[in-house]
């Protein structure tokens, strides 16, 4: 005898879902696979993101940074995979409405050194003056050289722009 089981959720859903998968495939479905996502998709993906996109897109450029560790130096093609999904995420946190600024920022907590680059170069693009706090911050606990190297690059050009 086969029973049914009813399964009923105890409260809403606590992480809302985002679209960012389904936007970043529709514009790539497209393109050959080495070419690179315009300027005008990036910026149109961009400012469909919101919170839940943002946090999307901080995850899965730290899925891409351990994946990146994990690819042979010869498998030219998963390394350029990785390399062009970094750039088209990157591009689209640099473009998302300056209003989920925060939401970007916080990335800046990453566990992955790539990230967090990814991340202070999108507030520098984003918005410099309200960048420089978290960046300092960021840069008071940075544990990684490179990451590090960026963080005091964009400090030190948002400062000698008078910023």
């Not at 049914?4 to 998968?21: K, N, T």
């Not at 393109?31 to 910026?43: D, F, I, Q």
């Not at 544990?143 to 963080?151: F, S, T």
């Amino acid at each position: 005898m086969i029973q049914q089981m009813r399964h009923q959720a105890a409260g809403p859903i606590l992480q809302p879902v985002s679209a960012l998968a389904a936007l970043v495939h529709r514009a790539l479905r497209d393109l050959k696979p080495l070419t690179r996502v315009s300027e005008a998709r990036t910026a149109a993906i961009a400012e469909q993101c919101g919170p839940a996109e943002i946090e999307a897109a901080i995850v899965w450029l730290d899925d891409l940074a351990r994946d990146r560790r994990e690819v042979q130096d010869w498998d030219r093609t998963a390394l350029n995979e990785i390399l062009r999904l970094q750039d088209l995420l990157h591009g689209i946190l640099c473009r998302v409405p300056c209003d989920h600024f925060d939401a970007v920022a916080a990335g800046l907590k990453s566990p992955e050194w790539r990230t967090r680059i990814h991340v202070a170069m999108a507030l520098d693009a984003l918005d410099r003056r309200a960048a420089l706090p978290h960046l300092r911050k960021a840069l008071a606990r940075e544990q990684d050289d490179q990451a590090g190297q960026v963080l005091v690059l964009t400090l030190a050009r948002a400062e000698s722009e008078g910023v």
